[in-house]
């Protein structure tokens, strides 16, 4: 008979001794001359009914175990849809704020051009109205024989050899252009005008073919200078630049003559 010193436990035959130092790593045994007494039925009995009751708790530790570990993937799962639906949530927000400035600047954007056509069609009634009573012209121009006063409002430069000139549009929009004070378009003489004109009717042809590519003007035009208000005659478009005061440079607006466009505004 073998029994093991630290745990005192007997045991009849050596392959029993080795499977319980190996469970157990004890490595201290010794020789007894104890016997094993045989277990009675009820010894028997409660030995079956403890080991029953460890591999029963045994089941129970690894369910627990295992609802434990189900639990905490649950919650990491949860955690990370969470940090998804935020993440999605943010996006939107993001997405209805850029929507939000983009309705904002448009509605920006409108206001302005309303404005800017309000002020056009105010500008061309203006000028509508001041070709229609050139009386009321004479009254407010003042006269010939105040070359000084006209010259202090149209601020002509002698020694200018260019001049830069501001065309607006009736929808609104600005052209510019610079021109040489006395400047002639054979090209545009040939074709619209005789080789005699010259400076302000090459601006008038340059403007109503600008007019024409952007779709604002189908026919002729006509030139206005808003400051003094004066629509040129026919006879100014002979002119040369400098004559009519638009030097170094000048601010005028083209609107049609007699079209469709114009009547619109009335």
């Known amino acids: 008979m073998t029994a093991f010193s630290r745990c ?3 045991l009849a035959d050596a392959d029993k ?10 490595d201290q045994y010794e020789q007894s001359t104890e016997q094993v007494k045989p277990l ?8 079956l009914e403890a080991i029953q009751a460890k591999l029963k ?20 799962r949860r955690r990370e849809g969470q940090s998804m639906a935020d ?30 056509i309000l002020e056009q ?21 003042p006269p010939k024989d105040q070359p000084q006063s006209q010259s202090s409002s149209l601020n002509p430069v002698t020694s200018a050899t260019h001049t830069r000139l501001q065309i607006r549009l009736p929808d609104g929009s600005l052209i510019r ?15 619209l005008f005789s080789p005699a004109k010259e400076a302000l009717a090459a601006v008038r042809c340059w403007a109503q073919m600008k007019g ?8 002729e035009i006509e030139l206005i200078s808003p400051f003094p208000r004066k629509v040129f005659s026919h006879d100014d478009y002979a002119k040369p630049l400098r004559e009519l005061g638009l030097v170094p440079s000048a601010s005028l607006i083209a609107q049609p003559v007699h079209s469709a466009q114009g009547d619109e505004y009335q």
């Open 17 to 26: 001794m080795s499977m319980h130092a190996e469970i157990t790593k004890h």
């Open 87 to 116: 993440a999605e949530e943010e996006r939107k927000q993001l997405e209805i704020r850029k929507w939000a400035e983009q309705k904002k600047r448009e509605k920006i954007e409108t206001e302005l051009a309303r404005r800017r």
């Open 57 to 76: 708790e045994a089941r129970v530790q690894k369910e627990l175990k295992e609802k434990q570990e189900a639990i905490e993937k649950e919650i990491k």
């Open 177 to 191: 252009e610079t021109f040489e004070v006395r400047i002639r378009l054979n090209f545009v003489n040939s074709i």
């Open 40 to 47: 009675t039925e009820e010894e028997k009995k409660q030995r």
């Open 8 to 10: 005192n436990k007997m």
């Open 212 to 219: 024409i590519k952007q779709g604002v003007f189908r026919g």
């Open 121 to 141: 069609i105010k500008m061309d009634r203006e000028a509508r109205r001041a070709a229609d009573n050139p009386s009321k012209i004479s009254a407010t121009t």
